[in-house]
């Protein structure tokens, strides 16, 4: 009972540095999606895909590349880090692109950078 | 600006109700809308949605106000493990809108 699956927990950069966060998900879901969390703010979507090929931009997508070659991972890029971009990022998938499917999310991936 | 809005906190005597409230005054017809509930240091975890009439599952009721523009979270009897914070969630296509959340505390 894996369910969704987010490398690394914790990661420390340098401004300027580039890295990839990884989303791994074993349910075959179509639907997968990267949230940012920062203090005292709820999540908010950057990027989602409702399927292999297809990607779109959520509300805040500046600095983030996503791509999704299959079903199963959706890579989050970050490829220049700014200190703006510290904060906790959650993976989610849910079986369904449209409104009844519920989000089944990673337990997060914590980002400084300095 | 934020499609939901919460109250802050909110505190819950054990064993007893509790009702979080939501407003989504600019809600449109085909948005859901959808509750989570986040522990400390986990992601968000799935507690109900609903459309337009009230909703019942194992864990929770969300009763929609008549012109869908509020609605609320009913956890009927409060435990421990209910404390966490509750966010509010407007589903519109393919995109979720969380709000700030309202941090539940659980007084034995």
């Known amino acids: 009972n894996a369910g969704v699956t987010q490398t690394p927990k914790f990661q420390v950069l340098k401004t300027g540095q580039s890295m990839t966060l990884q989303c791994a998900q074993d349910?075959?879901?179509?639907?997968m999606s990267w949230y940012r969390q920062d203090p005292g703010m709820g999540l908010r979507l950057i990027h989602y895909?409702?399927?292999?090929?297809i990607t779109d931009q959520g509300e805040v997508p500046n600095g983030y590349n996503v791509s999704r070659s299959t079903t199963e991972d959706f890579p989050l890029r970050l490829l220049s880090a700014a200190p703006s971009q510290t904060s906790v990022y959650f993976c989610?998938?849910?079986?369904?692109?449209w409104g009844t499917g519920e989000l089944f999310f990673g337990e997060g991936s914590r980002l400084t950078v300095l | 600006d934020a499609k939901t809005t919460q109250p802050n906190s909110m505190e819950s005597n054990e064993e007893e109700p509790v009702h979080l409230p939501c407003n989504h005054s600019?809600?449109?017809?085909?948005?859901?809308i959808h509750w989570y509930r986040q522990l400390p240091s986990q992601g968000p975890e799935y507690v109900i949605h609903?459309?337009?009439s009230n909703v019942n599952n194992r864990m929770a009721s969300l009763a929609i106000a008549e012109d869908r523009k509020s609605s609320t979270l009913i956890l009927h009897r409060a435990t421990l493990r209910d404390a966490a914070v509750y966010y509010c969630?407007?589903?519109?296509?393919?995109?979720?809108?969380f709000g700030t959340g309202t941090s539940l505390t659980v007084i034995p």
């Open positions: 895909s409702v399927g292999a090929g």
């Open positions: 349910m075959n879901h179509e639907y």
């Open positions: 989610a998938s849910s079986p369904s692109g």
């Open positions: 600019t809600i449109s017809g085909t948005d859901y």
């Open positions: 609903g459309l337009t």
């Open positions: 969630i407007l589903r519109s296509g393919n995109q979720f809108y």
